[in-house]
C-alpha cells in the first residue's frame, strides 16, 4: 500500500518530499521491530539488522521505478555534464530520503532509549572508532557496564586518507554489486549507512536531543559527499541491469547506457576522493 502513494515523477519534481518519507519509513520500521520483536528473546538479538531490512522492504519498489525511469532517460543524453544534469534530479531525492531516516532513527533512539535497536550499528560504531577496546565499547554504550570516556573517539590516525578512501571505494563496490544483482537492491546499503550514521551521530551527542545539530554537522560534512556517490554507484548499476533486460546485450542503445554509467561511476569515485580528504582534513578542525 506505502509504495502507491510515492510516484518516482511526483518526488523528483518535489525532492524535499522524500524527507518525510524517509521519517516515515524509518519510523515505522523501528516501532515494528520493537512491537514484534522486542520481546523475542532470540529476534532480538538481531534488531539492529531487521530494522535495516525493514526500511529497505518499505524503499524498494520507490527505488525500482526510480532506476526504470533513470534508465529511459539515459537513452538520449551523451558527456559528462549531461549525465548529471540528467540524473540529479533522482540523486537529490535520494539524498533526501537519506537525512530522513537520519533524522528518525536518531529520533527514536533517543526517545525509545533502546539500544537494542541498534545493537549492531553499535557494534559497527564500536569498530570503527575503539578496534582495540571494541567490546568494553559495545558493552558500554548497550548500558552493560558505566559508560568510559576515552570509548569514544577515534584514538589512533585510522583516518589516514588512503584507509578511507579504500573502505569507502569498497563501499561503492558492493553498492554497485548489490544495485547489478538485485535492482534496487542496493538500497539495502544505503539504509545500513544511515542507520549506522545515525547511532554514530546520537553516541557522539550523548543521546541528548540538544547536541543532535552539532553531531549531524560532524558527520555530515564527509558523511553526505560519500553517500552521494554510493547512491550514484546505485542508479548506475541499477539502470545498467535494466538497460541488459530491456534492450539486450547486441543493442546499440545499450552501448550509450554503458557509457552514461562509467561516466556516473567515474563521478562517484572523484566524490569518494573529495569526501576523504574533508574526512581527513577539515572534520577534524572543527571536531
Avoid at 98 to 126: H, R, T
Avoid at 263 to 284: D, H, M, S
Amino acid at each position: 500500500m506505502l509504495e502507491i502513494i510515492i510516484n518516482p515523477l511526483r518526488a523528483e519534481k518535489k525532492p524535499w518530499e522524500m524527507f518525510f518519507v524517509g521519517m516515515v519509513y524509518a519510523s515505522l520500521s523501528l516501532i515494528l521491530v520493537k512491537w514484534f520483536f522486542g520481546g523475542d528473546i532470540v529476534l532480538k538479538k538481531y534488531a539492529g539488522m531487521i530494522v535495516v531490512t525493514f526500511s529497505t522492504m518499505f524503499t524498494l519498489p520507490f527505488m525500482y521505478r526510480l532506476i526504470v525511469k533513470e534508465e529511459k532517460e539515459d537513452e538520449n543524453v551523451e558527456g559528462l555534464v549531461a549525465v548529471w544534469k540528467a540524473h540529479w534530479d533522482a540523486i537529490e531525492s535520494f539524498i533526501w530520503l537519506f537525512v530522513g531516516f537520519l533524522v528518525a532513527f536518531s529520533f527514536w533512539f533517543i526517545i525509545l532509549g533502546d539500544p537494542i535497536l541498534f545493537n549492531a550499528q553499535i557494534e559497527k560504531y564500536c569498530e570503527i572508532n575503539s578496534p582495540a577496546l571494541i567490546q568494553e565499547c559495545i558493552k558500554s554504550y548497550m548500558g552493560i557496564i558505566e559508560p568510559q570516556k576515552d570509548i569514544t573517539g577515534n584514538v589512533t590516525k585510522v583516518g589516514f586518507l588512503l584507509s578511507i578512501v579504500e573502505n569507502n571505494l569498497y563501499v561503492l563496490i558492493f553498492t554497485l554489486i548489490f544495485s547489478l544483482i538485485f535492482g534496487a537492491g542496493a538500497i539495502f546499503v544505503l539504509s545500513w549507512n544511515a542507520s549506522v550514521m545515525s547511532s554514530a551521530m546520537v553516541l557522539f551527542a550523548q543521546k541528548k536531543i540538544i547536541e543532535i545539530p552539532s553531531a549531524f554537522l560532524r558527520y555530515s560534512i564527509h558523511g553526505l559527499p560519500e553517500m552521494i556517490a554510493y547512491f550514484i554507484a546505485a542508479l548506475a548499476g541499477g539502470m545498467f541491469g535494466v538497460g541488459v533486460i530491456r534492450h539486450g546485450i547486441k543493442s546499440k542503445r545499450l552501448i550509450q547506457v554503458i557509457e552514461n554509467v562509467l561516466l556516473l561511476l567515474i563521478i562517484a569515485i572523484i566524490i569518494i576522493f573529495i569526501a576523504g580528504i574533508i574526512e581527513v582534513y577539515i572534520t577534524p578542525m572543527f571536531f
